[in-house]
Nanobody
Framework: QVQLVESGGGLVQPGGSLRLSCVAS????????MNWYRQTPGKQRELVGL???????SLVDSVKGRFTISRANANNTVYLQMNNLNPEDTAVYYC???????????????WGPGTQVTVSS
């Protein structure tokens, strides 16, 4: 069983920065893709970006040039660096991992509990 825990959220002023972390723990697994999503009350969860197991990243247009995704520790930790934040970035941010347990190759699609990011003056 794979568990995800996000950290790094908080309150920041417009124009500020935060770095979110997502740590995956468990035994014998391989993660193919780690995604970052965000959700505000009354709205659907939206994809912010992703990073593949070989380091390919993709970000939605609304955050390109401001956010970056990176990883460390053999793919088990993923970061979302958020710069030049604005109030529209306020949301609960979730990480999501898609992969397989080993050696069974049983698929999993796991979510973290989320971390709140609030951008306000």
């Amino acid at each position: 069983q794979v568990q995800l825990v996000e950290s790094g959220g908080g309150l920041v002023q417009p124009g500020g920065s935060l770095r979110l972390s997502c740590v995956a723990s468990g035994k014998n697994f391989h993660i193919n893709i780690m995604n970052w999503y965000r959700q505000t009350p009354g709205k659907q969860r939206e994809l912010v970006g992703l990073i593949s197991s070989i380091g390919i990243t993709s970000l939605v247009d609304s955050v390109k040039g401001r956010f970056t995704i990176s990883r460390a520790n053999a793919n088990n930790t993923v970061y979302l660096q958020m710069n030049n934040l604005n109030p529209e970035d306020t949301a609960v941010y979730y990480c999501n991992a898609i992969g397989q347990s080993l050696p069974t190759r049983a698929s999993f699609n796991t979510w973290g509990p989320g971390t709140q990011v609030t951008v306000s003056s």
